[in-house]
């Protein structure tokens, strides 16, 4: 079992900036694949960005590169999303993810989620 616990969400404005945390505890933190989904209201969740264990990011949708980086530290068992230049269309609910094996993009392929944490976006 792995769990997984977000944090660093919050109301932020236009143009402003967060670091989204992703502490992980149980099994070995190395051996997953950590992905960021993101789900907004009355729409369906959707793959953000994934970090292979060697550290090899994978991005989703374009609207997001150049602004999200994802990156994790295996000492601290622990992933982090910077997210800059925020948009009102970041708004969501922010999930971590593991996977083991499968496809980074599918959520179906991960085996376990944090609770979420929100991100507002709005002046």
């Known amino acids: 079992q792995v769990r997984l616990v977000e944090s660093g969400g919050g109301l932020v404005q236009p143009g402003g900036s967060l670091r989204l945390s992703c502490a992980a505890s149980g099994r070995t933190f190395s051996n997953y694949a950590m992905g960021w989904f993101r789900q907004a209201p009355g729409k369906d969740r959707e793959f953000v960005v994934a970090?292979?264990?060697?550290?090899?990011?994978?991005y989703g949708a374009d609207s997001v590169k150049g602004r999200f980086t994802i990156s994790r530290d295996n000492g601290k068992n622990t992933v982090y999303l910077q997210i800059n230049n925020l948009k009102p269309e970041d708004t969501a609910v922010y999930y971590c993810a593991a996977r083991e094996r499968g496809s980074i993009y599918l959520e179906k392929d991960y085996d376990y989620w944090g609770q979420g944490t929100q991100v507002t976006v709005s002046s």
């Open positions: 970090i292979m264990w060697s550290g090899i990011s994978i």
